[in-house]
């Protein structure tokens, strides 16, 4: 698994800070989106979702936000810890055409620093 | 309850060579998909369907065929290998189109 994330662009945080993970998507139409996270040798991970409509949208020791003006999501994560460490993916979709198109960014590598 | 089960997870083919990565979902979802993952790529949308019977074309769909007979099986098909399809494969699934999805855990294929 670990050659998945050969070329990744990599964001290193001390445990217990917090972390902030960037996406920029690429289609101003799309109107859900969706982090995954991703271990190494496993697949994608559900995180958490938000729908074009809003622009925050927490979860356990997670939040997102969205940017509709220029095309950005972030995903913030509270007191990093260990177990964090992976690739995360932001995927968007246009769901309101009724397509099924998922298309993913290419990742963010967290490494968690003890 | 299995989740979504991809076969096999290590696969090493000649060029030339056919054959058929499986996936098989147990949680009744209408929607499937097939992905492979490159190194600095992310994911890319190979097929997918939204039900038995119906399928459409992703973002590289070509030297791939998929078919849905059953609402559980999803097989992918690779007509005559070629080395840039050395990669590893994600099935995914999802009962609705705004749920998030279900991956299994990945084949390894490499052509050489």
């Known amino acids: 698994g670990e050659s998945v994330g050969l070329h990744l662009p990599t964001l290193s945080v001390q445990e217990g800070d917090n972390s902030i993970i960037n996406c920029a998507y690429s289609?101003?139409?799309?109107?859900?989106f969706i982090w995954y996270k991703q271990e190494s040798g496993k697949g994608p991970q559900f995180i958490i979702d938000?729908?074009?409509?809003?622009d925050k949208r927490q979860g356990q020791r997670v939040t997102v936000l969205l940017n509709k003006t220029v095309k950005h999501l972030s995903l913030q994560i509270a007191a990093t810890q260990p177990g964090d460490s992976a690739v995360y993916f932001c995927?968007?979709?246009?769901?309101?055409?009724?397509?099924?198109?998922?298309?993913f960014g290419t990742g963010t590598r967290l490494k968690v620093l003890a | 309850n299995a989740g979504v089960t991809q076969t096999p997870k290590f696969q090493v083919l000649k060029t030339g060579q056919s054959m058929t990565l499986q996936c098989a979902q147990d949680?009744?979802?209408?929607?499937m998909s097939w992905y492979r993952q490159d190194p600095g790529m992310g994911l890319r949308l190979i097929h997918y369907s939204v039900g038995a019977g119906i399928t459409d074309q992703g973002e590289v769909p070509n030297g791939y065929n998929v078919s849905r007979s059953t609402t559980e099986d999803f097989p992918l098909r690779l007509l005559s290998a070629a080395p840039s399809q050395t990669s590893v494969y994600f099935c995914a699934s999802s009962y609705r189109v705004t749920d998030g999805y279900t991956f299994g855990s990945g084949t390894r294929l490499t052509v050489v």
């Open positions: 995927a968007e979709n246009l769901v309101a055409s009724g397509t099924y198109k998922y298309i």
């Open positions: 289609n101003s139409a799309s109107d859900y």
């Open positions: 938000i729908r074009s409509n809003m």
């Open positions: 949680m009744n979802h209408e929607y």
